[in-house]
């Protein structure tokens, strides 16, 4: 066991995971995280916007065509969004994007949609370690490498 | 900017030709509602060399190429050949144009270009359908599947059109042959300039139909139809397989006695030419006589049909805007004046774009507009089961009430 261990250690798959947080709740979310001092993996970069509905599709798509491994959309909680309905907007969309990600092969599990309040930074660090886990075992983008264009 | 490219884009298209007589500008629908635009002045830009830099005018990506212009001009400038290798060059030095869905489609044509992930491209068979794994007869199916994923909260059901085009095919005892590997034609890659992506879907597509073995290629949808015919064939030379829109096919099985018509309820339609397969096919004459066949459909004429037929408002999902709102009000209010029950449309996109203008608020009362709107070849296989029905038309109201939010 301990030969297998050092090479693994060294070759062991990184996921890079971008987050989308929305300003009022999520974001709030993660900096409590922050402050509370929880840990959560590093593999997950944050990118903050006003809010859920600001996610487009594009976006989404657009991260894993630049070889992200997984994307993850964190909002308020149904009811709860600062602009009345950008989250149910976002529901919709990303429902809609996960069918069009199953049918070109990326697969919709690589995309996922988290409610997450500004008082639950435990939640935040626990999904941000359950969601870096779920991707490392799915293993790398398959469009990673590969060559795409526009800009 | 490569200023040899633009030189030869110039002698290739003809723009030396121009007199300067300005028929396009009195055509295009793009100019109609915004004057500032004009296929004559993109081509006196570019004639004035030094000067102007096209690639970074605005205007090469505002022109729906839908060749209107190109039918005026009598000295046969090809204003839209131009504009698509002007994006081009744009395009190279890394100029976008502003698509509508943000861009979606054509991020999802780019990554279909430089993988080859297993697809889930046939989800839409259903157990009636009789499909082989080869045969003579190819059904490119295209984008239908994945656009259908796109607009989904809509209820388009554009892939019925696929399930039309194989339940007629199975009438007249043809399998058709679909591919689970296809991928998307990259029409709207290459009218957006992306020429590097694009030959990466033609090559493969390319491949895909020779490998089948089949003689003949049947097109559902007028754009991959004119990539084929046209552009895959211009940089590969002629294929050997024939390549027919579903149209001229169901003329020439109607004229051949394949096809027999049960009796329907008697329906009025009226025929939207898109702009690929009118104007750039030239296919006019056969979806009118597949039309007029049958017995129970009546055809009126839109007041603007044929190559003068107006646009649909966008094309290659690029430059939506507030021009493509005036030209699809337009096209609609037009429909309902022919006061048919239905507009047929052989163009999945161009039921997209119109079925959007008459969603939420419209600039013009709901009454003036509410005309359906039929795909060609589900309507065609509707009154062959005998099944024709008017579909419900676009109730904005009722709608609205559905779609708000709890």
């Known amino acids: 066991m301990t030969e297998a261990m050092a090479p693994a250690i060294e070759e062991e798959f990184q996921p890079s995971i971008l987050v989308f947080c929305c300003n009022w709740c999520s974001y709030a979310g993660a900096d409590l995280a922050g402050v509370s001092r929880l840990q959560y993996p590093v593999n997950v970069k944050v990118l903050r916007v006003m809010c859920s509905g600001r996610v487009d599709p594009y976006f989404i798509l657009r991260a894993l065509e630049l070889g992200a491994d997984g994307v993850l959309i964190t909002g308020c909680e149904i009811g709860d969004c600062h602009y009345i309905s950008g989250n149910v907007k976002a529901k919709e969309r990303i429902e809609r994007l996960s069918k069009l990600l199953d049918q070109i092969g990326i697969g919709s599990d690589r995309i996922r949609l988290e409610w997450i309040a500004a008082s639950e930074g435990t939640k935040f660090a626990q999904v941000m370690e359950e969601f870096t886990d779920h991707i490392t075992n799915l293993g790398p983008n398959p469009l990673k490498g590969s060559e795409t264009g526009g800009g | ?406």
């Not at chain 2, 046969?76 to 100029?95: L, N, T």
């Not at chain 2, 279909?112 to 157990?127: C, F, G, V």
Request: glycine residues 6%; aromatic residues 6%.
């Open chain 2, 1 to 406: 900017m490569d200023k040899e490219n633009v030189k030869r884009l110039i002698s290739d298209m003809g723009a030396h030709d121009c007199v300067e007589c300005g028929k396009c500008t009195t055509v295009c629908p793009v100019t109609r509602f915004n004057p500032e635009f004009a296929p004559r002045l993109v081509v006196v830009k570019a004639l004035a060399g030094e000067e102007m830099d096209l690639s970074k005018d605005s205007d090469i990506w505002i022109c729906n190429t839908c060749e209107i212009c190109n039918n005026m001009c009598p000295y046969e400038v090809d204003y839209s050949g131009f504009i698509r290798g002007m994006r081009g060059e744009a395009s190279r030095e890394g100029h976008e144009p502003d698509c509508s869905q943000g861009g979606l489609l054509h991020a999802m044509m780019r990554i279909m270009a430089n993988s080859d992930l297993p697809q889930k491209r046939l989800d839409w068979i259903t157990d009636e359908l009789k499909l082989a794994d080869k045969g003579d007869v190819f059904l490119f199916v295209g984008c239908l599947p994945q656009l259908d994923a796109i607009f989904e909260g809509r209820n388009l059901d554009l892939v019925e059109t696929a399930r039309s085009a194989v339940r007629i095919m199975n009438r007249m005892g043809i399998e058709p042959v679909v591919s689970p590997i296809e991928k998307c034609c990259g029409h709207d890659l290459n009218w957006a300039g992306d020429e590097k992506n694009f030959i990466k879907l033609m090559n493969h597509n390319v491949q895909v139909i020779k490998d089948s073995g089949a003689k003949t290629v049947v097109f559902p949808c007028p754009e991959c139809m004119r990539t084929f015919d046209l552009d895959y064939q211009d940089f590969l030379g002629d294929f050997d397989f024939e390549m027919t829109h579903i149209s001229e096919f169901l003329a020439r099985a109607i004229e051949e006695g394949k096809l027999e018509f049960p009796e329907n309820i008697s329906i009025s339609t009226t025929f939207h030419d898109s702009c690929r397969l009118g104007r750039h096919l030239g296919l006019y004459d056969e979806p009118r006589k597949v039309l007029t066949e049958i017995p129970s459909v009546e055809l009126v004429e839109l007041e603007k049909n044929r190559d003068a037929a107006t646009c649909c408002g966008v094309s290659g999902f690029m430059s939506c805007n507030s021009t493509s709102k005036v030209m699809q009000m337009e096209k609609m209010q037009d429909a309902k004046r022919t006061e048919a029950d239905v507009l047929v449309t052989p163009c999945a996109k161009c039921r997209i774009h119109l079925d959007c203008s008459t969603r939420d608020e419209t600039p013009v009362d709901n009454d003036l507009i509410n005309i359906p709107i039929m795909d060609f070849t589900v309507l065609v296989d509707m009154a062959l089961r005998g099944k024709l029905q008017i579909p419900d038309a676009q109730d904005k109201e009722a709608r609205m009430e559905d779609e708000k939010p709890e």
